[in-house]
């Protein structure tokens, strides 16, 4: 992604390794007032930069690992136990474990693990530029489209998912609009997608969560598009809280809800979004906003991160490969390997 650093236009990428061996990732607890790193030299330190979400999205989450793993090997440090960590550290997200088990399997084949983590970060974007031409067609002149939480370069290593479509549709000249979800409770709509928008020159605006129905009920939403951390076989997606009840929506007002994900999202060893495990985070990201404190001091918070649309809601998944149906989930994986991508 393009950002300003000192008064000069950058390309960096949300997770990377540095001359020095550090795995580099940008803060996105700071965004978007500052942009600040956080620098990791043990897998340790990596693993507690992903489950205090100062990397988050699935792929960069994956990629971040990608790296952990390298760090343990290069540093000469058993491999399980780095693994174990590191797969510990958010448990709805498939693209940790994933990532996690390529980087044992390259390595046990005997590949650097330096390049076989920057292969598998390569990867990942390559594979989201494939997603932004599958995608772009679905966008209209005019059209005002919704998203949920943060699905851009932030998340996804560089260029993004739900928001890769849109890149390409701006790019191509559609003149459409993008309705932002804040995406309660850590805003990461609000803070990331607002400004990753701002800095491509997309036409948008923030909206609190609640304030959805407004729109799709006076016909002002055209088209969802949001980004997944698993899809179970059947179709089934856990995606930030929020979404299933933004997928309910667009299925009563006519409108068609995407997902756009890589393959490293597709977990096709867990049938259903039943068998998907949602992670429980600490209440005070919902009691609080900053320093202020928002609930009575002894109210108890409940704070799942993610919640799982059924397939039934799902229009269609905009993956590497094309667009396919819910019902086409499960023969995805009999065709589909991941490395290198030139879709």
Known sequence: ?????????????????????????????????????????????VARAIKDMAIRGAPSIGAAAAYGVALAKMKRRPLAPAAKSLKAARPTAHDLFFAVDWMLARIEGGDDPRAAADAYADAIIERCRAIGRHGAPLIDDADKVLTHCNAGALATVDYGTALAPLRVAHDEGLDFFVWVDETRPRLQGARLTAWELLGEGIPHAVIADSAAGHFFQRGEVDLVLTGADRVARN????????????????????????????????????????????????????????????????????????????????????????????????????????????G
């Open 235 to 342: 179709g089934d997606v856990a995606n930030k809280i929020g979404t299933y009840s933004k997928a309910v929506l667009a299925k009563e007002s006519g409108v068609p809800f995407y997902v756009a994900a890589p393959l490293s999202t597709f977990d096709f060893a867990t049938k259903t979004g039943a068998g998907i495990e949602i992670e429980e985070r600490d209440g005070d990201e919902v009691a609080r906003l900053g320093s202020e404190r928002l609930t009575p001091r002894g109210s108890p918070v409940s704070n799942p991160a993610f919640d799982v649309t059924p397939a039934g809601l799902v229009r269609g998944f905009i993956t590497e490969y094309g667009i396919i149906r819910p019902s086409q989930v499960a023969a995805l994986e009999r065709r589909a390997r991941f490395g290198p991508f030139s």
């Open 1 to 45: 992604m393009k950002v300003r650093i000192g008064g000069r236009t950058r390309d960096i990428r949300a997770v990377s390794m540095d001359a020095r061996g550090r795995v580099v990732m940008i803060d996105q607890r700071a965004l978007p007032h500052r942009l600040t790193f956080v620098r990791a030299e043990t897998p340790g330190e």
